[in-house]
């Protein structure tokens, strides 16, 4: 099911835009968003990677916070200012940030992309966007990233939930049925569709398999810490 090999469907004169939301505060990690790994910082990682895809016409960065415009535009990306309400995780939801982000921008297809989420290549977003327009012809409305997820699982009364212990036989993590979770890396839908729903995906999304290699989030100290030791080793210091 990996996206490997993919035909890639030629798409003209459709208006392919990425769109990054950065917002000023974090609690958990202040100003994440612009501080540096390895010399640069996730949002100019995350600008430099997209900007490097053939079937994305614009990167679009949308942020209340001035700081973030600057570097961006200085990066060469296209810049929105947010309003503050929506920008405020304590009062705005996730649904509504995307419908008021929608709302000011153009574009024909949103490839929705997290700074947080480092370590997706250039090829993956290259093959998810095909991924999409190869979806639609099937009548998939929307694309999200998953990843495969084979473990051991109990829920939250703590009942086993994809596997029997007391089997004659344990059954391996290799041996388990999959299943998959969002990895928050790529959501892509049209613009029309993203502006009506306020959501990342629509009602009938295709799911995305990203490359173990690449799944990664960062949301806590560790995880930056984490971050900086994968980049560092794959790029060499700065």
């Known amino acids: 099911m990996l996206n490997a090999n993919p035909i890639f469907i030629q798409v003209i004169n459709v208006d392919v835009v990425a769109v990054i939301v950065a917002r000023g505060g974090s609690k958990r990690i202040p100003n994440k968003n612009i501080l540096p790994i390895n010399g640069i910082s996730l949002l100019e990682r995350k600008i430099d990677t997209l900007k490097q895809c053939s079937s994305i016409s614009r990167v679009i960065v949308g942020s209340e916070d001035a700081t973030i415009l600057e570097l961006a535009k200085a990066r060469g990306a296209e810049v929105v200012k947010r309003p503050d309400y929506y920008c405020d995780e304590a009062q705005a939801s996730a649904n509504d940030m995307i419908g008021n982000m929608c709302s000011l921008i153009s574009a024909d297809v949103v490839v929705w992309a997290h700074c947080t989420n480092p370590l997706v290549s250039v090829d993956t977003y290259e093959s998810a966007v095909n991924a999409f327009f190869e979806a639609e012809q099937e009548g998939y409305d ?21 596997y029997d ?3 004659e036989r344990h059954t391996l993590a290799s041996e388990l049925e999959p299943l998959y979770a969002q990895d928050g890396a790529i959501f892509i839908q049209r613009h029309n569709n993203m502006l009506k729903n306020s959501y990342f995906f629509g009602a009938k999304p295709k799911h995305f398999i990203m490359p173990v290699e690449e799944v990664f989030d960062i949301n806590f100290p560790v995880e930056f810490k984490i971050a900086e030791i994968l980049l560092s080793q794959c790029e060499g210091d700065r």
Do not use: G, R, T
């Open 142 to 162: 929307s694309l999200l990233s998953v990843y495969e997820l084979k473990e051991h699982l109990w829920d939250s009364n703590f009942q086993v939930l994809n």
């Open 165 to 167: 212990p007391y089997a």
